[in-house]
């Protein structure tokens, strides 16, 4: 049976309505000649595909409820730097609206699906561009940019930018979302100027170069020979001598804590953290990936804690 114009137009009446307020699927609108529209089917979710749940957590925090989010490495176990990605990985990207990579050689796998898939719409924001950040002179970038708050505030505005641009209509939603975000990454930024006050110039000991945007940041030095950290990040081993002089740090108390990555650890890594422990040195644990039940906030809050307990000890 034709719709009467006039129940057309409620129904369109409405239909904007429940999309001005973006109201979820129980959603019901009284229409001009007090008819309901029941279950309007809410907008499509916008799709993003993170390489890590690093990244994958924040588009959580500045999406809501408006996203649908696929980390590709998720599992504390495996280590990103080593990672192959696989079809399910290839499928999730292949529909996505928006893609979320690390970049600088660290997550090259989403690179490389991209450019197997006919998916070319999706917009792509690479962390490691966003910051700005080049190789120092003669040195690698250290591309762990997530351990690095102001880079991490570009990001999260880049976020929002693109999820706005899938979905215009909760613009303002993502752009809160995202001044919050920011604000709590102020919070950490100011927990490093405190240890920076405290501790500027201190000495410190690494495995894997993870953690040196917060070290950094936090006024420390880091000691360990750029031989033995680069090594350890590509899954090698280190040349005796190049060994020895990573383990004399310890045992000469040179340095002040290891701050020891986890998630990225061998042998060698092994003998760094018995000789730490052998002298008496705070080991301050970090790891790539988000640990289980801890959202971003939360894990470079205890990360930045940490630090400043071992330190203040
Ligand atoms: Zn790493």
Redesign the pocket.
Known sequence: MPMSPSRRLALITSTSLALLAGCGPSSSVSGRDGSTAQGIPSPPKVKVVASTNVYGDITERIGGAKVDVTSIISDPDQ???SFEANTQNQLALSKANVVIENGGG?DDFIDRMLKSSSNSSAELINAVKVSGKTAPKGAELN??VWYDFPTVSKVADRIAVALSKADPADTASFTTNAETFKGELAGLEAKEAVIKKAHQGEAIGIT???PLYLTGASGLVNKTPEEFSEAI?EGDDVSPRVFQKTLKLYSDKQVKALVY?E??SGAQTEKVKNAAEAAGIKIVPVT?TLPKGKDYLSWMTANVDALATALDK
Do not use: L, R, S
């Open positions: 280590d990103p730097h660290y591309e762990h894997e170069p993870v990040e990555n998630q990225t790539e």
